[in-house]
């Protein structure tokens, strides 16, 4: 396990319930009734547990027998090495489990207050892989543990009465395929599945926005705009509007005005619309200032926070600079998914007040600036609060190693996905491709291609092995 290094969509934006004529949701979060089975096909015809989402399955009321009970090869390798385990217990394959089962079965029921041209799921996050039926029909699967997972549930939905939800996850990584990963953590023992994170199906009218990215220009004090839309109706005539306000007190600062376009029928777009912020108030941990971007089309309009700050590294003076200062990060590593595996950890990690403690009150005592999150992604709410606190998050793919079974194209989504989920957080202030690993595909194919999409333009750091860019920080084990 290392120290932090500096010490010394489609991703649809944050979302809340809309007027008439714009974006609906309708938020999940709740007790879900939770079954389980070895098969994959079927849905079990009872369920008699309940349990948290987001959470994890071991918050399961009735409690279910040996749910994380499962060794990963990694860590079966280290305890091998140190004479825990015979030579004839390694294995190339994901693991081997400790458990029956090999899937969690969650269902939940909701209604509707209105409709809409086209119906989105959003499943924040979950672990080992996600499938969801809807209303009997099966929409789709998703692989990532790490990024969110988007499922167009238009042609099944009740636009009156119930909607019976049924989400199927692994009950270890062993049920994912071997091409697509679920974690390497090597110093990992249990291994517990959940649907980690928030729940909710979106409304939408059309034109529909797919994502919004806030990247700020700090020296022109502008804020560049990409907007994805798609059209799912017939082809027409539409406007944009952007409109730029403060997040604490919302008093708008800046606007696009009304940005013309068209579409054909199942069309999509990407626009980039510059919006002037006079005198913007630059984001910084001594003063994290935040702003909202609420863009619509008419049919579809969403609210996505940012803040105007830049961040970099310098090879030449061998220094960070926040917004064209150097700056010193002060902090720590945060591993969330080894809390997961602490008897006390409970619901915590979903305990807002709890959060706030760790990320804001805690790091102010200690006169902290950043944190590194390895090992496992954190809930969407962490980084709002961290964005919030003031903090400098170092945000770390969460693989330690490399596995020659992993598809490469498969990873490329995995960390768009990731990447796409988090780039609006001004917290967020470089990426990490992974733990202590020296895999040349990291920096010779991955981060090469998904580098671009971030338009605000942050740095990569490329783990054990040399900078895959210019100015990228350079990982230091002195040990």
Same mark, same amino acid.
């Given at each position: 396990?290392r120290?932090l ?26 007790n ?5 089975s070895v ?7 009872s369920? !008699?547990?309940?349990?948290? $989402? +987001?959470?994890?399955?071991?918050? /399961?009321?009735? /409690? ?6 499962? $060794? ?11 004479n ?18 090999n ?7 909701f ?7 086209? /119906? ?5 996050k979950?672990?080992f892989?996600?499938a ?6 099966k929409?789709g ?5 790490f990024d ?7 042609? &099944? ?9 049924? *989400? ?20 990992k ?7 980690y994170?928030s ?15 806030a /990247?700020p ?16 109706? +017939? ?8 409109r ?6 919302g008093?708008?600062? &800046?606007g ?17 619309? *510059? ?8 984001? @910084?941990?001594?003063? +994290?200032? =935040? ?37 010193? =990060? ?29 990320? @804001?009150?805690?790091?102010k ?6 944190f ?7 809930p ?8 919030e ?15 020659k079974n ?10 768009k ?24 595909t ?17 740095q990569?750091e490329? !783990?054990?092995?040399? +900078? ?6 350079v ?5």
């Open positions: 396990m120290s290094i500096v010490l010394t969509l489609w991703a649809l934006p944050v979302l809340a319930a809309s007027s008439t004529g714009g974006r609906v949701t309708v938020p999940l979060d709740g879900w009734q939770v079954a389980d098969a994959a096909t079927d849905i079990p015809t369920f !008699t547990h309940t349990a948290p $989402v +987001p959470g994890l399955t071991n918050l /399961a009321t009735p /409690a279910f027998p040996d749910v994380d009970q499962y $060794v990963g090869r990694e860590n079966i390798r280290n305890r091998v090495r140190f825990e385990m015979p030579a004839s217990a390694s294995t190339d394959k994901v693991g081997l489990p400790g458990q029956t089962r899937y969690f079965w969650y269902r939940t029921t209604r509707v207050p209105a409709k809409k041209a086209f /119906a989105l799921l959003k499943v924040n979950a672990q892989g996600t969801v039926w809807l209303n009997g029909v929409i699967e998703h692989l990532g543990c969110p997972g988007y499922f167009d549930l238009t042609s &099944a939905i009740h636009w009156t009465g119930d909607n019976e939800l049924v *989400v199927r996850i692994g009950a270890h990584p062993g049920a994912l395929p071997e091409t697509a990963l679920a974690g390497t953590d090597s110093e023992r249990r291994w517990t599945p959940g649907i994170d729940v909710a199906v979106f409304l939408c009218d059309n034109p529909v926005i797919e994502s919004v990215q /990247a220009r700090i020296a022109t004090s502008e804020v560049l705009i990409e907007t994805r839309i798609k059209n799912y109706g +017939p082809a027409g005539s539409f406007s944009l509007t952007h730029v306000k403060t997040w604490k007190d008093r708008e600062v &800046a696009s005005g009304s940005l013309k376009f068209s579409l054909k029928a199942g069309e999509e777009t990407v626009r980039k619309d *510059v919006v002037k912020i006079p005198s913007a108030t630059l984001w @910084t941990p001594e003063n +994290p200032f =935040l702003y909202v971007v609420e863009s619509t089309t008419g049919g579809d309009n969403t609210s996505s926070r940012f803040g105007m700050r830049e961040f970099r590294f310098d090879t030449a003076t061998q220094r960070a600079y926040l917004n064209g200062k150097v700056y010193f =990060l002060r902090g720590s590593n945060i591993t969330l998914h080894r809390f997961f595996e602490d008897p006390l950890c409970g619901r915590l990690p979903w305990d807002e007040k709890w959060v706030r403690q760790l990320l @804001t009150d805690i790091p005592k200690m006169h902290w600036n950043s590194r999150f390895c090992i496992g992604p954190v969407d709410k962490w980084l709002d609060i961290a964005d606190a003031g903090l400098l998050i170092q945000n770390e793919f969460f693989i330690w190693g490399y596995h992993w598809d490469t194209d498969e990873l490329i989504r995995q960390y996905g990731w990447m796409q989920d988090n780039w609006n957080h001004p917290s967020v202030a470089f990426w990490d491709a992974a733990n202590e690993t020296t895999e040349d990291l920096g010779n194919t991955i981060i090469p291609a998904v580098r671009g999409l971030d338009l605000s333009n942050r990569w490329n !783990t054990y092995n040399l +900078p895959a860019g210019p100015d990228d920080p990982e230091n084990h002195p040990y």
